[in-house]
Every structure is written in structure tokens, then in C-alpha cells.
């Protein structure tokens, strides 16, 4: 019978080698496992029957938390209805590890589990009893209840703080554009506003495209990294983005932070695995540990002002089930009666829980009036995952698809890792540095996302060795000129060099539920679980690259079906305007 350790800081607990966490380590605790050989414990890969149950249960549950809302609700704007938001730091991961379980036999004996809250840690020790297993160690009580809240607040300062620091940086001036514009909600990084030409990161040149239907668009959005001073006097100009801070007075600043610091978001019955939510579905809405909810206010306030200043005759966001985008939403429909269309251009796979719904919630939630999807595998994909009810429609990229010259008929020498954008990706790295022996010798390349700092990734790393791998620092043609390989967990790069002819391995680790983009592609690309399967993997990339080559170009072909290139006659329902 499995022993439960359920305790808030990693301590020297003799003779338990496994631990499970959904937060971040803190610097002590990543150097304890270092120091004593401590071993991650990773969630094993549910069978199709248990996935089946697991979203059979997690549909009862979210039933339960979005029973009699409406689509305007305050609920919408926070990160708790995007189920998972931030990643595995969030409650549908957390039901998702439960569950994972409660259905798979251990190998261990004692595990100890490190909680991110008194309100989790309760959930854990709530199922831990439902399930018959033994809790050896409970470490969490009153004083640990002041620290809690004490973090908070001071987050929730931090977070004013940067919101401050935004709306400092925003342009003071807004763009003049002409009636019956199209409303692009978007994200983006600094470097495409210190570009000539911008550049967005969901539209491509939409503006461009747009413009020989003789109409305007206005791009509205938040940085995913830091403005400068800089930066800010580019942004409003013709076909560059503005900032939902400039929508904002100060007083808006202020009323939002208060609006999000205070309130409440409560459910009455939340189970899942005959466990109660509800505490923690309290603690997850009220949380400052990151800035969606704070986020997803200020877009719901820019784009009411946005409305109130220009006419629009639709609305065009990234799809991607973030909680922002449900909040645009919300405000458009709020003041216009213009149509609302959602662009999907990210990459597909049932992990992402983000992207799937309970069997009424498209019905209750803030929608669309269609989704557009970047190709019919996509559109058919998103289909199954999300439970669509309204129109869906199949269009094409608006960006390059990047693709070599020709197809790669040589193989390089180098590993190229790709690195996924959220933290967690830690996993993968670290049990890559941990296992490095297997690569042979063979040169290894990092390529991180921008989303994640690389010194921020590898202080989560208790296996980190300085100088084991490269970190590229070069354009992703030159890095895939010379790959041998490509191995990935959920990053859109697998798709990428897939298309250029690179085999790619898909490293399943930490996965319960499947979290590859290309799991519907029959060539090109393997999946691995454990040490012994990459090592297999690795021999056949040889005979890999021999069936790309020799199948016709199926691999390219399904990389290519992925994301449409740019069509003129598809790219129309762009600039399509419903009434």
C-alpha cells in the first residue's frame, strides 16, 4: 500500500527516494534532490478506456462548476474557466493526476507529494483516505494558512506593479481608422514591433491582406515579453498592434486591480473522485500566482473602450482557450452587435484541456459566431476535442509555413531539442539531462522557447550540467540544417520538420493524456516513453529517414495538411463580414 508524504517544502524524509509536484521547486529543494538522488515521480499513460472515463468523470465535474452561468459572467474572465491555465499548475491537471492515480499501480512504496496550497494539500489528503492509502505525514496548518495569504497579497502587489509598469510603457496615442475595421485581439512579442514590418504572430500580414478589400484593421493586444520606452513609440502606428493599456486611464488601472484582488468566485459542489473542489476551485479563482485574471480584466475594459471609440464591423481573434479571449468576447458582445470569428492556428492534441468543453458549456459560455481553423485536419481535430456547436470552417495559414529548400535527403549530426512554452517543460529537459548517456556522444541542441527563460528552465533542473548541451541561439533553418533529428513533447516545431523531411521523436514522458501535436501522423516520427525506447528510436532514424523519403512524401504532405498554405480564395473568409 502506497505512503503519502503530503507536506509544503521538500525535506530529507529517510528512505523516500519519489516525489510529485505540480508547483515549481524552490532553489533548496531542486539542490536536496540533487544532493540525495531524488527521483520525480512521472505520471503513467492512461489505456483509451481510462481516458475515455477520465473525461466521462471530468464532464460531470465541470458540469457541476458551470451549472446556471450565463455567458456574461465575471466567471469567463478568470483563469479558472480555461481548466488549465497555468498548465499542470491548474484544477484540471490537478483532477487529471488524481485520477491518473487512482488508476494505475505503483512500483514504490512512499511518495512525497508537494502541494502549491493548504486548499490542495486538503484534496490530496481528502483523496489519499477515499482511496485507502496510507498518509504518514501531513505538514500543513494554521501558520502555514498566514503564509499563504501573506504571498498573495504580496503577488497581488507585484501584479499591480507590472500593470503599472505597462501602462507606463503603452502608447499615449491611438490610431485613426476608418469605419467598419476589423478588430484583431491578438498576443505578441517585442522583436515584431522592432521589425520593419510587423509581423503578427497569429495573422501574419493580415493588415496587407486586408487592405485590397479596401478595409481597415485595427491589431489590439499585450506583449508576451517586455515593452521598452522604444518600443512604445512604434505601437498604434498604421499596422502595428496597441496596447490594451492605452485604453486605460489610471483610474481604470486601479479599478481593475481591485475588481480582480477582491473578487470572489465561489462553486457549492465541485466533486471529482467523490473528493470536494470547492475550496480549491476558491483558492485557483482568487490566486495571484499569475497574471491571467488581471490580464483578461484589462482586455475586457480595452476592448469596451475600443468599441465605444471606433466602429467595427467584426471581431478576429487567435483561438487558443485562453481566458483573455473569452473576456474579449464577453466586452464585443457587450457593445456591438458585429459578428465574432476565432482563428485556430495552434497545435491540436488532447492534452490541452483548454480546448475542451463540457457538454453544455459552448452553450453557456462566451463564444464565437465561428471558428475558422488553419486547415481541415485542424478543423476536424478541434472538432473532436471541443465539443463545437457553432459554425466551423475550414481557411488556411495566415503565416509562412517555414519548409527547406528541399527535402533533407542527408542526415546532420546534431539532436535538436525543442522546448515547449511553459515551465513544466523542465520535466522533459531535466529527464533528458538525466539520461544523456543514451545520445552516445552525439552533439545535443537546445532550442528554447521564447515564452521561458533558459536560466529560469534549468534552476528547475536538479540534473542541469553546465556545458552537456548547446543552447542555439541561431534561426531554426540553419538549426534544422544540420539535425540529425528532432525530438520534441508538444511543441509545433515536430510539425515543422516533419515537413522539411526530419524525422522526429516524440517524447512521451509525464503524459497521461496524449500531448503530441503530429499523434494523428503515420510517418516520419516515433514515440518514446522511457530510456531503452529512445534508445531504439535513436538506431532507426536511419531507416526513418528512408521511409520519408521512399513513402511519396506522405510526411511532408500530412506536415503540410496541418497548416494550409496561404490561399487566396480561402484567405476571403478573413475578410468575410456577417451579419
Same mark, same amino acid.
Given at each position: ?5 503530503i ?19 524552490y ?9 540525495? =538522488?531524488l ?6 499513460? $492512461?489505456? %483509451?478506456d ?7 468523470e ?11 452561468r ?9 483563469g ?7 498548465w499542470?499548475?491548474?484544477? =484540471?491537471? $490537478? ?5 491518473t ?22 484534496i490530496?489528503r ?5 482511496h ?6 501531513y ?8 503564509k ?14 507590472l500593470?503599472?509598469?505597462?501602462? $507606463? ?5 491611438l490610431p ?24 503578427d504572430?497569429?495573422?501574419g ?30 505601437m ?5 498592434p496597441v ?5 486605460? %486611464? ?7 486591480w ?48 475600443a468599441?465605444?471609440?471606433y466602429?467595427?464591423?467584426k ?5 487558443e ?20 470569428d476565432a ?5 491540436l ?20 459566431d ?7 485536419y ?15 470552417i475550414?481557411?488556411?495559414?495566415l503565416r ?10 542527408s ?17 522533459m ?11 552516445k ?13 533558459w ?6 533542473c ?25 525530438l ?5 516545431? =515536430? ?7 526530419i ?32 534508445s531504439?528510436?535513436?538506431s532507426?532514424?536511419f ?16 506536415a ?20
Open positions: 500500500m502506497l505512503k503519502l508524504h507536506i509544503p517544502h521538500l525535506s530529507n524524509n529517510a528512505g523516500v527516494v519519489h516525489y510529485f509536484s505540480l508547483r515549481k521547486l532553489n533548496d529543494e531542486v539542490a536536496l534532490v540533487r544532493l540525495r =538522488g527521483e520525480r515521480y512521472h505520471l503513467q499513460q $492512461l489505456s %483509451s481510462q481516458q475515455q472515463n477520465f473525461f466521462q471530468f464532464d460531470k465535474f465541470w458540469e457541476q462548476i458551470i451549472r446556471g450565463d455567458w456574461q459572467e465575471s466567471f469567463w474572465r478568470n479558472i474557466s480555461s481548466k488549465m491555465q497555468e499542470e499548475d491548474s484544477i =484540471g491537471y $490537478l483532477a487529471l493526476s488524481l485520477f492515480l487512482s488508476v494505475n499501480s505503483f512500483n514504490i512504496e512512499e511518495l512525497v507529494v508537494l502541494p502549491g496550497s493548504i486548499e490542495e494539500a486538503e490530496w481528502s483523496w489519499a483516505i477515499e485507502g492509502l496510507v498518509v504518514v505525514s505538514g500543513f496548518g494554521g501558520f502555514q494558512r498566514i499563504q495569504e501573506i504571498n498573495n497579497c504580496l503577488r497581488s502587489v507585484r501584479l499591480f506593479v500593470c503599472i509598469l505597462k501602462k $507606463l510603457r503603452a502608447s499615449k496615442f485613426i481608422i476608418r469605419s467598419n475595421a476589423i478588430l484583431a485581439v491578438t498576443m505578441f512579442y517585442c522583436k515584431s514591433i522592432r521589425a520593419e514590418k510587423y509581423e504572430l497569429f495573422f500580414n493580415l493588415a496587407e491582406e486586408i487592405a485590397h478589400f479596401d478595409r481597415d484593421i485595427l491589431y489590439v493586444g499585450d506583449a508576451l515579453d517586455k515593452i521598452t520606452y522604444r518600443d512604445s513609440m512604434r498604434g502606428k498604421a499596422g502595428y496596447s490594451i493599456y492605452s485604453f486605460l %486611464s489610471w483610474r481604470d488601472i486601479i479599478a481593475v481591485l475588481i480582480v484582488f477582491k473578487r470572489v468566485s465561489r462553486v457549492k459542489d465541485a466533486a471529482f473522485l467523490e473528493v470536494n473542489f470547492s475550496a480549491v476551485f476558491l483558492w485557483y479563482a482568487r490566486r495571484a500566482r499569475y497574471d491571467f485574471n488581471l490580464t483578461a480584466e484589462v482586455f475586457y475594459r480595452a476592448i469596451k473602450y468599441c465605444h471609440r466602429k467595427f464591423a471581431m478576429l481573434y487567435a483561438y482557450g485562453n481566458v483573455y479571449e473569452r473576456a474579449a468576447v464577453q466586452a464585443f458582445r457587450e457593445e456591438t452587435h458585429a459578428s465574432i482563428y485556430s492556428r495552434a497545435v492534441y488532447p492534452l490541452n484541456l483548454k480546448l475542451y468543453a463540457s457538454p453544455s458549456e459552448s452553450e453557456l459560455a462566451p463564444e464565437p465561428r471558428y475558422l481553423a488553419c486547415s481541415e485542424a478543423c476536424n481535430t478541434l472538432r473532436q476535442l471541443r465539443r463545437v456547436k457553432t459554425v466551423m475550414t481557411t488556411c495559414s509562412p509555413i517555414f519548409k527547406l529548400k528541399d527535402i533533407k535527403k542526415n546532420g549530426e546534431n539532436i535538436l531539442v525543442v522546448l515547449d512554452g511553459v515551465w513544466s517543460v523542465t520535466i529537459l531535466d529527464w533528458l539531462y538525466q539520461n544523456a548517456d543514451v545520445f556522444g552525439r552533439p545535443i541542441i537546445i532550442r528554447p522557447h521564447p515564452n521561458v527563460g536560466d529560469g528552465l534549468i534552476r528547475q536538479p540534473n542541469y550540467q553546465a556545458g552537456l548541451f548547446s543552447i542555439s541561439q541561431q534561426p531554426l533553418k540553419d538549426d534544422f540544417e544540420n539535425a540529425f533529428c528532432v520534441y513533447r508538444q511543441s509545433s516545431v =515536430g510539425i515543422q520538420a516533419l515537413r522539411c523531411g524525422p522526429s521523436i516524440h517524447l512521451k514522458v509525464d503524459q497521461p493524456l496524449c500531448g503530441d501535436p503530429l499523434f494523428g501522423a503515420d510517418f516520419g516520427r516515433l514515440v518514446v516513453r522511457n530510456v531503452s525506447e529512445l531504439k528510436a535513436l532507426m532514424v531507416a526513418l529517414r528512408k521511409e520519408i523519403l521512399s513513402a511519396n512524401n506522405s510526411a511532408s504532405d500530412f503540410t495538411k496541418y497548416f494550409s498554405p496561404l490561399n487566396p480564395e480561402l484567405f476571403k473568409i478573413f475578410a468575410e463580414i456577417n451579419s
